[in-house]
T-cell receptor, first 117, second 110 residues
Framework: GAVVSQHPSRVICKSGTSVKIECRSL??????MFWYRQFPKQSLMLMAT?????????EQGVEKDKFLINHASLTLSTLTVTSAHPEDSSFYIC?????????????FGSGTRLTVV | KQEVTQIPAALSVPEGENLVLNCSFT??????LQWFRQDPGKGLTSLLL?????REQTSGRLNASLDKSSGRSTLYIAASQPGDSATYLC?????????FGGGTRLMVKP
């Protein structure tokens, strides 16, 4: 089945630095990927939709200059948290849909736990 | 805007019980609905996908039903096991976008 690989699984960074998270579709091409954020004991909130070869679409309230998304190829999307602050500490998860797979089904990465100190 | 509600928010049962997890959504114009499992600190694992034209899907001890017109879906877990302990999320798909409910945190005690 479709596999989405997310890296790193866990990262600790200092306040003010930037962190990059990678999301790869391993066995399929994904023109669209999705980035979610999840706070403890809460559900997933969509942050942005990543479109290959074009600008990402951000949800209301998500700062596009802070959460930079790049989707330069059909198998890789990256999320960069710029000038990270403690309030950015969260669990970030990406997902994609394999057009050739289970019709309409989405596959998720394993998530990245970001801690800003 | 799609809103998804899952009831109950948490559930603790002894091993062997049959369980029903409920999901309701406000916008019935969906393409499909997916049920996921999330273990603590982990990503999401897809359990079942129901197309809007289907009434139910089964996989092993899991059965999911969909009543699109009334905006409801149910996940039935038969003969629960401690390994079923996790958070279960439902996510209707409308327009190439998933909206998640708050989840049901399930604990199955040996």
């Amino acid at each position: 089945g479709a596999v989405v690989s997310q890296h790193p699984s866990r990262v600790i960074c200092k306040s003010g630095t930037s962190v990059k998270i990678e999301c790869r579709s391993l066995d399929f091409q994904a023109t669209t990927m999705f980035w979610y954020r999840q706070f403890p004991k809460q559900s997933l909130m969509l942050m942005a939709t990543s479109n290959e070869g074009s600008k990402a679409t951000y949800e209301q309230g998500v700062e596009k200059d802070k959460f930079l998304i790049n989707h330069a190829s059909l198998t890789l999307s990256t999320l960069t948290v710029t000038s990270a602050h403690p309030e950015d500490s969260s669990f970030y998860i990406c997902s994609a849909r394999d057009p050739a797979g289970t019709v309409g089904g989405y596959t998720f990465g394993s998530g990245t736990r970001l801690t800003v100190v | 805007k799609q809103e998804v509600t899952q009831i109950p928010a948490a559930l603790s049962v002894p091993e062997g019980e049959n369980l029903v997890l409920n999901c309701s959504f406000t916008d019935s114009a969906i393409y499909n609905l997916q049920w996921f499992r999330q273990d603590p600190g982990k990503g999401l694992t897809s359990l079942l996908l129901i197309q809007s034209s289907q009434r139910e899907q089964t996989s092993g001890r899991l059965n999911a039903s969909l009543d699109k017109s009334s905006g409801r879906s149910t996940l039935y877990i038969a003969a629960s096991q401690p390994g079923d302990s996790a958070t279960y999320l439902c996510a209707p798909n409308a327009g190439n976008m998933l909206t998640f409910g708050g989840g049901t945190r399930l604990m199955v005690k040996p």
